[in-house]
């Protein structure tokens, strides 16, 4: 069974930076997509960047792009989300997800796992 596990969130004012990482097991990371998403209170999950197998493709939502960025090290199995610039509205708790096929979805039903989330509160 596959097992995500997030850490790096926390209290932040605006225009700081956080790192968040997410450490799997139980399954070749190697060959399969990863996603950042998050869900603020009262709104759907929403997706932030994803990464393929290889880093190859890093797709980003336009309200994170040029802020954050993601990487991801297959060697420890980890993906990492760097995130600089925070605003206020990227309060929300962060959950990491892998997707068993070669794409990077920006929906979330298509991701058949999840960790449990880290919250991120970035302050005025």
């Known amino acids: 069974q596959v097992q995500l596990v997030e850490s790096g969130g926390g209290l932040v004012q605006a225009g700081d930076s956080l790192r968040l990482s997410c450490a799997a097991s139980g399954r070749t990371f190697t060959v ?26 890093t797709p980003y939502a336009d309200s994170v792009k040029g802020r954050f960025s993601i990487s991801r090290d297959n060697a420890k199995d980890t993906v990492y989300l760097q995130m600089n610039s ?15 096929g070669n794409t990077i979805p920006t929906m979330p039903g298509w991701y058949a796992y999840w960790g449990q989330g880290t919250q991120v509160t970035v302050s005025s």
């Open 32 to 57: 399969y997509t990863m996603g950042w998403f998050r869900q603020a209170p009262g709104k759907e999950r929403e997706f932030v960047a994803g990464i393929s197998a290889m880093s190859s493709s």
């Open 86 to 100: 925070l605003k206020p509205e990227d309060t929300a708790v962060y959950y990491c997800a892998m997707n068993k």
